[in-house]
C-alpha cells in the first residue's frame, strides 16, 4: 500500500494512528492515511503561527510562489488523478478535470490586487483603508469535490497572507494530504499544514485558540456546530453549506434541450454537487413529456466505476450517503411518487445507485424538502409561476437555483426573485474563478472566489494619518 503523509511545518508527518479509506466502487479499504492526534494538530497550529509573521509581508513574494503551486498542480503526479476518482468515485476523466481546474484556479486567484484604498489625500492629512490578513486560517472541506474545494480556500487565504491547516472529509483524504506533499516543495514550511483525521479533528481545529479564521464547506448541520464552536472566540467565518437548487421551467423552452441540460445540472458527479439541480417546477401541461424525457435521459447513462472506461457516472462516494440517498426515495415512494427511472441500488458491491426520475411528487415530501446530495431528482407539476417561484423559496436553503425560458429577459426577470446566491438562467453550475460563489438564508455565511472570495481573508484596517 502507498504511504501518504501530513504535511506538518513543510515535513512529512506519517502519524502516530492511523485510519482506513474506501473506494467506493467496491465498498472496501484500499489505502491508509495518518489519524491526527491533539499533539500533531497542535504542532501544525504552531508551524503556522510561527510561519506567519515573514509570509504575511511580502504580496509580490506570495504571488510568485502561488504561481508556482499552480504550476506544481498544472503537471500533477500521474497516480493524482486515479488516486481521486479511487477516493471520491468520480470518473476518470472529471478527477483530471477538478485537478486542473483547481490549478486554474490557483493562478486565476494569485493575479488578484488586495487593494489599498485611498479615502482621502490632502494637505493635512491621508485616509487609507488596507486589508490585513486574519492570521492562521483553519481550513475543513468536504468529500464531493476535495481538490478544488482545498483549494478555493487555499489560494486565496496564502495570496492575502494568511497561514493556514487544512483538513479534508475522512472520505476523502488522500488527494488533499497528496497536494500537501507536491506543494511541500513549493511553500516555505509552516504556510499550508496538511492534517488528516475524523470529524472530532475538526471539531478540535475549530475551537483550537490559535486560528483567528474558520473556512468550512460541507453541511448545513455541522456548519452550524462551526459557527457555535468559532463564537467563544469570535473567529471570523466563512461557511459554504448545503442547497436544495429548485430549477423553474417556464412553458415557451424547448423541452428535449432544456430536459439534456437539466439533468446534467442534476446528475453531474453523480447529483453529489453542492449547486446541483435538487428539484425540478415544471408546468402542468409539460409535465408529462418532460418526466418521460428526463427518465429517457436518466436510463442512458452508464453508471459504472469511475475508472472503466467510458463510465458517466461512478458511484455514491460513501455508505451513509447512499444509505441517505435510498432513504428518500423509499420515503417518497411511501408517499405516493412514481418512480420513472431508477429507485434501485446498482449491484451488489460499492455505493452504486441508478439514476432515478421521480414524478408525482410535491413539496411536503422529504425529498423536495431536503438535500438528497445524490442521483435522485423530484420533478414537480406547477400551475403559475408566481407559485412556483414561491414554492422554490419556502426553505431555509438559499445556495442557487435557475430559471429555463426561451425569453432571457423573462427568464431573468423570474430568476431575480429567487432567494439564493447565485440565479443562473437556461443553465447551472455555472461557477467561475472571478464569480462569487455563497449561499443566502442557511446555505452559508460569506462567498469563496474572485476578489469578493480574496477579501473574506482579511480584516480592514484605517490608517489615518494626519501630516
Ligand atoms: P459534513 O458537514 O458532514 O462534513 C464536512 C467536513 O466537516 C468534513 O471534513 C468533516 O470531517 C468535518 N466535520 C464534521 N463534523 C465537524 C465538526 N463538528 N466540527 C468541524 N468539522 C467537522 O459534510 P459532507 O457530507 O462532507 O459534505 C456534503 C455537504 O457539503 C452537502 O450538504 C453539500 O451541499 C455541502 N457542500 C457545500 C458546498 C458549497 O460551496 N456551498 C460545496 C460542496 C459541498
Not at 308 to 318: E, K
Not at 394 to 413: C, F, I, M
Not at 443 to 458: A, D
Request: aromatic share 6%.
Amino acid at each position: 500500500m502507498a504511504e501518504f503523509t501530513m504535511t506538518i511545518d513543510g515535513k512529512a508527518v506519517k502519524g502516530s494512528k492511523s485510519f482506513g479509506v474506501i473506494n467506493p466502487a467496491t465498498g472496501k479499504v484500499f489505502a491508509q492515511v495518518p489519524d491526527c492526534t491533539k499533539a500533531e494538530l497542535d504542532q501544525a497550529m504552531a508551524a503556522a503561527q510561527r510561519a506567519f509573521p515573514a509570509w504575511s509581508r511580502d504580496v509580490a513574494a506570495r504571488r510568485k510562489v502561488l504561481n508556482g503551486c499552480a504550476a506544481a498542480l498544472q503537471q500533477p503526479p500521474e497516480g493524482l488523478a486515479r488516486m481521486l476518482t479511487q477516493e471520491q468515485g468520480k470518473p476518470l476523466d472529471k478527477a483530471a478535470q477538478e485537478i486542473m481546474g483547481a490549478a486554474i484556479w490557483c493562478s486565476y486567484t494569485a493575479t488578484l490586487e488586495i487593494p489599498i484604498e485611498v479615502l482621502q489625500d490632502s494637505a493635512t492629512s491621508r485616509v487609507e483603508i488596507r486589508r490585513k490578513p486574519t492570521g492562521v486560517v483553519a481550513a475543513i472541506t468536504p468529500w464531493n469535490y476535495p481538490v478544488m474545494l482545498a483549494m478555493w480556500k487555499i489560494a486565496p487565504a496564502l495570496l492575502a497572507g494568511n497561514t493556514m491547516v487544512i483538513k479534508p472529509s475522512p472520505f476523502t483524504p488522500i488527494t488533499t494530504l497528496m497536494m500537501g506533499e507536491i506543494l511541500r516543495d513549493v511553500l516555505p514550511p509552516g504556510v499550508l499544514n496538511v492534517v488528516s483525521g475524523g470529524d472530532d479533528l475538526g471539531a478540535w481545529m475549530t475551537s483550537h485558540p490559535i486560528p483567528r479564521k474558520i473556512s468550512f464547506t460541507g453541511s448545513i448541520e455541522t456548519g452550524k456546530k462551526v459557527a457555535a464552536s468559532a463564537a467563544p472566540d469570535l473567529k471570523r467565518l466563512t461557511l459554504e453549506l448545503g442547497g436544495n437548487d429548485a430549477a423553474i421551467v417556464l412553458g415557451d423552452v424547448d423541452l428535449a434541450a432544456t430536459a439534456e441540460k437539466i439533468f446534467w445540472g442534476a446528475f453531474e458527479n453523480s447529483g453529489q454537487i453542492c449547486s446541483a439541480i435538487k428539484r425540478v417546477y415544471v408546468p402542468e401541461q409539460m409535465y408529462a413529456p418532460m418526466l418521460a424525457k428526463l427518465g429517457e435521459l436518466a436510463k442512458g447513462v452508464k453508471v459504472g466505476s469511475g475508472l472503466d472506461a467510458g463510465t458517466q457516472l461512478g458511484p455514491i462516494n460513501n455508505k451513509p450517503q447512499f444509505e441517505r440517498v435510498t432513504e428518500l426515495v423509499e420515503d417518497a415512494k411511501k408517499h405516493g411518487a412514481k418512480i420513472v427511472t431508477g429507485g434501485t441500488r446498482l449491484g451488489s458491491e460499492g455505493y452504486f445507485y441508478a439514476p432515478t426520475i421521480v414524478g408525482g411528487i410535491s413539496d411536503g415530501v422529504r425529498l423536495v424538502d431536503e438535500e438528497q446530495f445524490g442521483p435522485a431528482l423530484p420533478v414537480i407539476a406547477y400551475k403559475d409561476v408566481d407559485d412556483a417561484v414561491r414554492r422554490a423559496n419556502s426553505t431555509h436553503y438559499g445556495l442557487s437555483g435557475s430559471v429555463w425560458s426561451k425569453d432571457p429577459v423573462r427568464g431573468a426577470e423570474v430568476a431575480s426573485q429567487l432567494e439564493c446566491g447565485t440565479a443562473w438562467v437556461n443553465q447551472h453550475l455555472a461557477i467561475a474563478p472571478n464569480l462569487p460563489f455563497g449561499g443566502a438564508k442557511w446555505s452559508g455565511i460569506g462567498v469563496e472566489n474572485g476578489p469578493w472570495g480574496l477579501l473574506g481573508f482579511t480584516e480592514i484596517q484605517v490608517v489615518n494619518v494626519v501630516k
